[in-house]
Nanobody
Framework: QVQLVESGGGLVQTGDSLRLSCAAS????????MGWFRQAPGKEREFVAV????????DYADSVKDRFTIARDNAKSTVYLQMNNLKPEDTAVYYC?????????????????WGQGTQVTVSS
């Protein structure tokens, strides 16, 4: 079992930055690829970003590419999502996830563990 706890969400204005964190506990953090998803009101949960076990490879949704950066610190069992140039359409609950699947599976939401989510609201 892996427990995931997100933090760092909040209310910001268009163009601002936020950094989300996801602290993991339980089984060895470095065994898992880590990702972020988000869900806006009335919409389905969507893929945002994923990072492999070592941190050497990443993948992003087109909507956040060049604005968001995913990173991990295996020594701290933590994954981060740096979000720059935020837009109102980035408003959503952001979820951290862990799994031992391919990037293509992650994009489809095929993963093992989920956090409880953290709210990000971007005002115009």
């Amino acid at each position: 079992q892996v427990q995931l706890v997100e933090s760092g969400g909040g209310l910001v204005q268009t163009g601002d930055s936020l950094r989300l964190s996801c602290a993991a506990s339980g089984r060895a953090f470095s065994m898992y690829a880590m990702g972020w998803f988000r869900q806006a009101p009335g919409k389905e949960r969507e893929f945002v970003a994923v990072i492999n076990r070592s941190g050497g490879a990443t993948d992003y949704a087109d909507s956040v590419k060049d604005r968001f950066t995913i990173a991990r610190d295996n020594a701290k069992s933590t994954v981060y999502l740096q979000m720059n140039n935020l837009k109102p359409e980035d408003t959503a609950v952001y979820y951290c996830t862990a799994g031992r699947f391919s990037f293509s599976d992650f994009r489809l939401g095929i993963t093992s563990y989920w956090g409880q989510g953290t709210q990000v609201t971007v005002s115009s």
